[in-house]
């Protein structure tokens, strides 16, 4: 069993059998008022306020037994570091409870999650994303493209159950570009968009992209927080 939910921005919950995957959960959103007696993790790529933020360590009171994997760049101090929560750094593979955890380097600020667990690897890209900004010099949008490009070559005909990839307006044209290019070079059995400030038309308007023809067989349309997927 693998269950989707959108929660909100870059957040998604995905529920298997035993345990529960929340990434970048930042406090907005709903969340169940339980899991039973499945294990709970919490997976923060970076420090953005839009992707993490300190008060989600409170829900350890709701959801006993969690455990937070956060990126390295989200910083505590010695005497506030607790045994439950562990920090992950970029290209680096991690076994931390029921989980193998594969680590990218994101092009902005911390990491993108490559998840294994029951049976199922599920990709999360935080922040990792080709960039491409308007009004910004050739040089600078020319190395994020090759920045791009060199960590999804180490996705090469990876399968993925499900992955989770930004389309951000602000990105004008360019919104689809880093979408195009992961599905260029891994294989994924559910895709779905995110990172889109709630602009759902965006979402939409990804499906008649012609750029996007024959890519988008497994593509999930978003339309509203809460919206869940009941997927094999």
């Given at each position: 069993?693998?269950?989707?939910?959108?929660?909100?921005?870059?957040?998604?919950?995905?529920?298997?059998?035993?345990?529960?995957?929340?990434?970048?959960?930042?406090?907005?959103?709903?969340?169940?008022?339980?899991?039973?007696?499945?294990?709970?993790?919490?997976?923060?790529?970076?420090?953005?306020?839009?992707?993490?933020?300190?008060e989600?360590?409170?829900?350890?009171?709701?959801?006993?037994?969690?455990?937070?994997?956060?990126?390295?760049?989200?910083?505590?101090?010695?005497?506030?570091?607790?045994?439950?929560?562990?920090?992950?750094?970029?290209?680096?593979?991690?076994?931390?409870?029921?989980?193998?955890?594969?680590?990218?380097?994101?092009?902005?600020?911390?990491?993108?999650?490559?998840?294994?667990?029951?049976?199922?690897?599920?990709?999360?890209?935080?922040?990792?994303?080709?960039?491409?900004?308007?009004?910004?010099?050739?040089?600078?949008?020319?190395?994020?493209?090759?920045?791009?490009?060199?960590?999804?070559?180490?996705?090469?005909?990876?399968?993925?159950?499900?992955?989770f990839?930004?389309?951000?307006?602000?990105?004008?044209?360019?919104?689809?570009?880093?979408?195009?290019?992961?599905l260029?070079?891994?294989?994924?059995?559910?895709?779905?968009?995110m990172?889109?400030?709630?602009?759902?038309?965006?979402c939409?308007?990804?499906?008649?992209?012609?750029?996007?023809?024959?890519?988008?067989?497994?593509?999930?349309?978003?339309?509203y927080?809460?919206?869940?997927?009941?997927?094999?």
């Open positions: 069993m693998m269950k989707v939910r959108f929660v909100c921005h870059s957040c998604f919950m995905v529920e298997f059998d035993k345990s529960v995957l929340i990434f970048d959960y930042y406090g907005e959103g709903k969340l169940p008022e339980s899991f039973g007696k499945k294990n709970v993790y919490f997976l923060n790529s970076h420090g953005h306020p839009d992707h993490f933020k300190r989600i360590l409170d829900l350890r009171d709701k959801y006993p037994g969690a455990i937070y994997i956060l990126s390295s760049d989200i910083y505590f101090k010695k005497e506030n570091r607790k045994d439950w929560i562990c920090q992950v750094k970029a290209r680096e593979t991690y076994e931390i409870g029921e989980l193998h955890i594969q680590t990218l380097r994101s092009t902005d600020m911390g990491v993108a999650f490559v998840v294994e667990t029951e049976g199922k690897r599920i990709y999360h890209a935080g922040d990792l994303n080709w960039w491409h900004w308007e009004g910004e010099d050739k040089a600078w949008n020319n190395n994020m493209a090759a920045n791009y490009k060199q960590e999804m070559d180490r996705l090469s005909k990876v399968h993925f159950d499900a992955a990839l930004p389309a951000d307006p602000r990105l004008a044209d360019a919104y689809y570009w880093g979408i195009k290019y992961f260029e070079q891994a294989e994924a059995e559910h895709v779905f968009p990172h889109f400030w709630e602009k759902y038309e965006l939409r308007r990804l499906c008649s992209q012609p750029e996007m023809e024959g890519l988008l067989a497994h593509y999930h349309l978003i339309e927080q809460g919206q869940e997927w009941d997927l094999c």
